[in-house]
């Protein structure tokens, strides 16, 4: 975790899978980093264009073939919401899911 927190010190993110979010306080010249819960009935939301900048390594145009293929999939269509022609917002944990199940029929 701390690992993490060295090498996207500068992107301002957090990592998804955390149940924790680090709260960073400057004291007396020492910064002293505070774990807060993530409040577990909370779902965290993204656009598609914003999507690879939550997953790294994601680009653009395989976040919005993703996002496609997910909301023709039945199992995961939950997770794209539509409120305009322009807009879709995907939730992140279900969008996890969706790529976790690519990943173990990708062979099959």
Same mark, same amino acid.
């Given at each position: 975790?701390?690992?993490?927190?060295?090498?996207?010190?500068?992107?301002?993110?957090?990592?998804?899978?955390?149940?924790?979010?680090?709260?960073?306080?400057?004291?007396?010249?020492?910064?002293?980093?505070?774990?807060?819960?993530?409040?577990?009935?909370?779902?965290?939301?993204?656009? !598609? &264009? #914003?999507?690879?900048? =939550? *997953?790294?390594?994601?680009?653009?145009?395989?976040?919005? $073939?993703?996002? %496609?293929?997910?909301?023709?999939?039945?199992?995961?269509?939950?997770?794209?919401?539509?409120? !305009? &022609? #322009?807009?879709?917002? =995907? *939730?992140?944990?279900?969008?996890?899911?969706?790529?976790? $199940?690519?990943? %173990?029929?990708?062979?099959?």
């Amino acid at each position: 975790m701390f690992e993490w927190l060295k090498r996207n010190r500068q992107r301002k993110q957090s990592p998804i899978t955390a149940r924790y979010v680090i709260k960073e306080e400057l004291k007396g010249g020492r910064t002293i980093m505070e774990l807060t819960p993530i409040p577990q009935d909370v779902a965290f939301a993204t656009t !598609t &264009q #914003k999507l690879p900048d =939550v *997953i790294l390594g994601l680009g653009k145009q395989q976040a919005a $073939k993703y996002v %496609s293929e997910m909301y023709q999939d039945p199992e995961f269509s939950d997770g794209v919401i539509k409120p !305009t &022609q #322009k807009t879709t917002i =995907v *939730i992140i944990s279900r969008f996890i899911d969706f790529l976790r $199940k690519k990943d %173990s029929t990708k062979f099959k």
